[in-house]
């Protein structure tokens, strides 16, 4: 139960730390949040694209359906607006899924294709574990980039969700 219980923590942590890390992007110059890099995917902007179609990735996997893409990245980038919307619908959807997880579902193996061809197999908890982790590693570019242009990124660490959030809801 213990790793039922992390993983549904983990969800709801990542909704508030890209919620938290999303509020602050607005707050950016347009052309902080576009702006080619050298690192990660681009730009700001790139590289919440790429977390999203990660996102969607692997929730093809855990329900056995086509992802569709073909590529880690989205092909055409919206507004953050617009991206901010589509993740906060995915953020929502692995809390969802996460939350009707019984104990036989959580470790259970899927067997799955990653998008260069190669074939997977892991379990469903541990699926979701690296979807979160996935996160987390790249909120960190993003944090980065916020520092080279200048601008602090939020505290979004896992002490201060279970401080400020998490004790509070449960």
């Known amino acids: 139960m213990r790793g039922i219980r992390n993983t549904q923590m983990l969800t709801q942590y990542t909704k508030w730390a890209n919620q938290t890390l999303f509020d602050a ?76 997880l019984t104990p036989q579902m959580h470790d259970e193996s899927l067997v799955f294709t990653f998008v260069d061809g190669g074939k997977g197999e892991m379990t469903r908890g541990d699926m979701l574990l690296h979807v979160m982790n996935h996160k987390t ?13 200048s601008y602090r990124p939020p505290a979004i660490d896992l002490p201060v969700f279970l401080r400020d959030a998490f004790i509070k809801s449960n």
């Open 137 to 149: 590693y790249h909120r960190g570019y993003v944090a980065q980039m916020m520092y080279e242009s």
């Open 25 to 100: 992007l607005k707050l950016l110059p347009r052309e902080i949040v576009i702006e080619e890099r050298k690192t990660g995917a681009g730009s700001l902007l790139k590289t919440l694209g790429h977390i999203y179609v990660i996102d969607q990735i692997w929730k093809g996997h855990l329900l056995g359906q086509s992802h569709g893409y073909q590529t880690r990245n989205l092909l055409e980038i919206p507004s953050l607006d617009k991206l901010i919307s589509m993740q906060v619908a995915s953020d929502n959807w692995y809390i969802d899924y996460a939350n009707t």
